[in-house]
């Protein structure tokens, strides 16, 4: 008899077709509350479940009391409570390799947007402000040659400093929790503590997970330790940056500027002054939000729950250390 999941996301025909070869699947429209209690039945016996969003702790565990193996198509799990899994045997994998590329792109684009007001500087002409050579109060600043400094060496953060250093010869600086020996390698990137590296980058770029440890790391004082020059980039998680520090920060110019992907709570409220403030790049959390990548997110996740089934946890999984856990159905 195959495993029952749930799915509560909508996949591609062909992504779908591959799920219902391995699983019984029952697909929902979401894991709010109302849909959580519509199909109590469902996730009570449901043995997996697979999608995006949703908040994974003891309540919501208690409601699938036969979950083997949660599938997340994110490359981010801070929405899981991950002692809670492990205590339950359960098996958390995830989508991180997937995105890369395009997550490094999207920080690309906004080290250069923010650089040269290109939102900003759009708008003015579609609103018929260009009437005769540019002055001064349109310029905005070089990227080429300036140093990047990266908060988080994975994955991205290697991507990122791919771009940077070897297509706008940017020295790299980076700090993390241990020393990368390839980034240093390829890219004669510098480790540097936290404060160090907010003080001497002109661009900061934040691309880390949510978790204790990170929550409001760049706060007031680390803004402060920032060049009056420099631009503030996040795309890892809104928490990991105090926003009404920010926000501070940005309005009393100790900063020049901020490119935001993410956000404290998203959406973003529509009375923000992130929305008004005119050197801020805002998007709506689109990191990964291209076609090729979202299809490869939601493959990877299918592939990731039906290798989880077969035992097969050697990537894409969060807590590997429970995937030998009695009664749990994997080989």
Same mark, same amino acid.
């Given at each position: 008899?195959?495993?029952?999941?749930?799915?509560?996301?909508? /996949?591609?025909?062909?992504?779908?077709?591959?799920?219902?070869?391995?699983?019984?699947?029952?697909? %929902?429209? !979401?894991?709010?509350?109302?849909?959580?209690?519509?199909?109590?039945?469902? /996730?009570?016996?449901?043995?997996?479940?697979?999608?995006? &969003?949703?908040?994974?702790?003891?309540?919501?565990?208690?409601?699938?009391?036969?979950?083997?193996?949660?599938?997340? %198509? #994110?490359?981010?799990?801070?929405?899981?409570?991950?002692?809670?899994?492990?205590?339950? !045997?359960?098996?958390?994998?995830?989508?991180?390799?997937?995105?890369?590329?395009?997550?490094?792109?999207?920080?690309?684009?906004?080290?250069? #947007?923010?650089?040269?007001?290109?939102?900003?500087?759009?708008?003015?002409?579609?609103?018929?402000?260009?009437?005769?050579?540019?002055?001064?109060?349109?310029?905005?600043?070089?990227?080429?040659?300036?140093?990047?400094?990266?908060? !988080?060496?994975?994955? %991205?953060?290697?991507?990122?400093?791919?771009?940077?250093?070897? &297509?706008?010869?940017?020295?790299?600086?980076?700090?993390?929790?241990?020393?990368?020996?390839?980034?240093?390698?390829?890219?004669?990137?510098?480790?540097?503590?936290?404060?160090?590296?907010?003080?001497?980058?002109?661009?900061?770029?934040?691309?880390?997970?949510?978790?204790?440890?990170?929550?409001?790391?760049?706060?007031?004082?680390?803004?402060?330790?920032?060049?009056?020059?420099?631009?503030?980039?996040?795309?890892?998680? !809104?928490?990991?940056?105090?926003?009404?520090?920010?926000?501070?920060?940005?309005?009393?110019?100790?900063?020049? @500027?901020?490119?935001?992907?993410?956000?404290?709570?998203?959406?973003?409220? @529509?009375?923000?002054?992130?929305?008004?403030?005119?050197?801020?790049?805002?998007?709506?959390?689109?990191?990964?939000?291209?076609?090729?990548?979202?299809?490869?997110?939601?493959?990877?996740?299918?592939?990731?729950?039906? @290798?989880?089934?077969?035992?097969?946890?050697?990537?894409?999984?969060?807590?590997?250390?429970?995937?030998?856990?009695?009664?749990?159905?994997? #080989?």
């Amino acid at each position: 008899m195959k495993p029952a999941v749930v799915l509560y996301k909508p /996949l591609a025909d062909d992504l779908r077709q591959r799920l219902d070869a391995h699983f019984e699947v029952t697909e %929902i429209e !979401g894991l709010d509350e109302e849909h959580v209690k519509k199909y109590a039945s469902v /996730l009570e016996k449901a043995q997996g479940i697979i999608g995006s &969003g949703g908040k994974f702790d003891q309540k919501m565990l208690d409601r699938l009391p036969q979950l083997k193996v949660a599938s997340t %198509i #994110s490359a981010g799990y801070d929405k899981y409570d991950v002692d809670a899994l492990n205590a339950r !045997g359960i098996l958390l994998m995830h989508t991180p390799s997937a995105l890369t590329e395009t997550v490094a792109d999207l920080l690309m684009g906004l080290v250069l #947007s923010t650089a040269r007001r290109l939102p900003e500087l759009a708008e003015r002409t579609k609103a018929g402000e260009w009437r005769e050579n540019v002055t001064a109060d349109w310029f905005g600043t070089d990227v080429h040659h300036k140093t990047l400094g990266v908060v !988080g060496m994975g994955r %991205i953060g290697m991507a990122l400093a791919q771009r940077a250093h070897l &297509g706008f010869s940017m020295p790299i600086l980076y700090n993390a929790r241990r020393r990368h020996a390839e980034a240093e390698q390829r890219f004669d990137a510098t480790y540097c503590d936290l404060d160090s590296l907010m003080a001497a980058a002109d661009f900061v770029c934040i691309i880390l997970p949510l978790t204790d440890e990170t929550h409001h790391l760049i706060n007031r004082e680390r803004l402060a330790k920032m060049k009056a020059s420099a631009i503030l980039i996040n795309a890892g998680r !809104g928490p990991v940056v105090d926003e009404a520090a920010l926000i501070h920060a940005l309005e009393n110019h100790v900063i020049s @500027a901020a490119g935001l992907d993410v956000f404290e709570r998203e959406p973003l409220a @529509a009375d923000s002054p992130l929305l008004r403030l005119p050197n801020v790049v805002a998007l709506p959390h689109i990191g990964s939000a291209t076609h090729e990548t979202r299809y490869a997110m939601d493959a990877t996740g299918v592939d990731n729950l039906i @290798a989880a089934f077969n035992g097969q946890v050697q990537e894409n999984c969060v807590n590997p250390q429970v995937a030998n856990a009695a009664g749990t159905g994997r #080989s």
